[in-house]
């Protein structure tokens, strides 16, 4: 068993390598060649990644992408992604192209509003607090004005503060239910923030009251956090295209395509092994675009998929349907994300993406996120009903065993045109490069 390390955070970045390499690696220089291949030599740029995180060693590549064509409310876009899956950005950039030529997509904003709860213990007369809150909400809101004020101005703040009783699933567990906007910031600092004074200011204040018992005023605030829940911060994204107008595809009239294409969705939306795949392809351009934004996956991650299971059983996020002959795919996600605050200022690569998008507010951004998801969801539900997935994940697949065979550009460009006809896998690639003799 090695040894625990104590004061670690303390040490110089050098320091800690050092120990690393000595602890884990024998001693290897390769292992430190590694760390110091990704250091970037700008000084000041590497100085500003180590200072995201704590105990910083070295960058973490993951390519940046783009997906050209992307027709949006009647606007071209880029799309930047972030994302170390081959197929990804290639879909994304193939549907794009194919709905440019089918009235491209159209989005809606359905909200915009966040939510953060304080939780607490209240032993007492549910109905004298539930007066009290009421009574006291103008004035709690008032306090709050040194935190909210500035965010008031650019037309957010705190819109609202309900009481929840939840006695009936933890004794004496009662809420403070709030809904914010947050504009252009993910808001996740101004929430917690707003959050933690207002529950120091409502214990004040019920201690302070003569309405409440000794034990009342016993009050224990358990924690107050946002709610990466935002089903009320929503998007909608649409396609739709007579039936006639779809692409013909390998073996299938556009009419079977359609309807092979909708069942395929109905079964996501029927059965939760499927459903969770289903989404995980939407989540391919959701979470690449996230990425390259500066904007925080895991909260996004979990609100979508608290979303996909809002009825109590986990279902697709995409719906397909025909009407009248013409087939539509649409989409509604939850998402919070900002456009002001966090890396979006800091690190030039996502300055650089939302240059890209033409500097979108936190709303525009949700629109953007939202179509790419529901692209790539088109092009990996399109690939299953046809011609299956493998095909072009195998083609973009066919590069990375190239690259981990050390193959040349001229083998490369053989290869390529050789796996057109010919299945990839790892021993075909390895016998056409001749590296089994
Ligand atoms: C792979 O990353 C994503 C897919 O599995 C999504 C799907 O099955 O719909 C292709």
Redesign the pocket.
């Known amino acids: 068993m090695k040894n625990a390390i104590s004061g670690f955070s303390k040490k110089t970045k050098s320091e800690k390598i050092d120990w690393l390499i000595a602890t884990y690696f024998h001693d290897n220089p390769t292992a430190r060649e590694i760390l110091s291949s990704y250091e970037n030599s700008d000084q000041a740029l590497q100085q500003l990644h180590d200072d995201f995180i704590e105990n910083s060693i070295s960058n973490f590549y993951l390519p940046l992408g783009v997906a050209p064509n992307f027709l949006i409310n009647g606007e071209n876009y880029v799309l930047p992604m972030v994302i170390e ?1 081959s ?2 950005v290639a879909a994304a950039a193939k549907t794009a192209k194919y709905w440019s030529e089918r009235g491209g997509f159209k989005t809606t904003l359905l909200g915009e509003e966040k939510v953060g709860q304080i939780h607490f213990i209240f032993k007492g007369d549910s109905d004298k607090l539930s007066r009290f809150i009421d009574e006291k909400k103008n004035d709690f809101i008032q306090e709050l004005k040194p935190l909210t004020q500035k965010m008031e101005q650019r037309g957010g703040g705190i819109k609202s503060i309900e009481l929840r009783n939840k006695t009936a699933d933890i004794p004496h567990y009662f809420q403070l239910h709030l809904c914010f906007l947050t504009k252009d910031a993910m808001g996740a600092n101004f929430i917690n923030s707003c959050l933690e004074q207002l529950a120091d200011n409502v214990v004040a204040h019920i201690e302070q009251s003569e309405h409440f018992s000794v034990e009342e005023k016993k009050i224990e605030i358990v924690m107050s956090i946002l709610s990466n829940y935002v089903p009320n911060c929503r998007v909608k994204a649409e396609v739709s295209c007579p039936i006639e107008a779809l692409e013909k595809e390998d073996g299938l009239t556009q009419r079977e395509f359609a309807e092979k294409f909708v069942r395929a969705v109905q079964i ?1 939306k029927v059965e939760p092994y ?1 459903a969770v ?2 989404n ?2 939407i989540m ?1 351009g959701v979470d690449a675009v996230v990425l390259a934004t500066g904007n925080d996956f895991r909260a996004v991650e979990a609100g979508v998929h608290a979303f996909a299971a809002r009825d109590g059983q986990y279902r697709s996020l995409s719906s397909a349907y025909i009407k009248n002959d013409v087939f539509h795919f649409e989409i509604e996600l939850p998402l919070a994300v900002g456009t002001v605050g966090g890396l979006t200022k800091l690190h030039p690569l996502v300055r650089w993406s939302l240059e890209l998008l033409n500097n979108p507010n936190a709303a525009q951004l949700m629109e953007l996120i939202t179509v790419a998801g529901l692209a ?2 088109f092009a ?2 399109r ?2 009903v046809t011609s299956g ?1 493998q095909k072009g ?1 195998m083609k973009m697949h066919l590069l990375n065993i190239l690259n981990q065979l050390n193959a040349t550009t001229a083998q490369k460009e053989a290869a390529l045109i050789h796996f057109k006809t010919v299945a990839v896998s790892h021993a075909a690639v390895h016998s056409f490069l001749g590296l089994d003799q």
């Open positions: 899956e197929s990804v996501a499927r795949t289903h995980k392809g391919n790539q969801n990996a539900v690939s299953l997935i994940h």
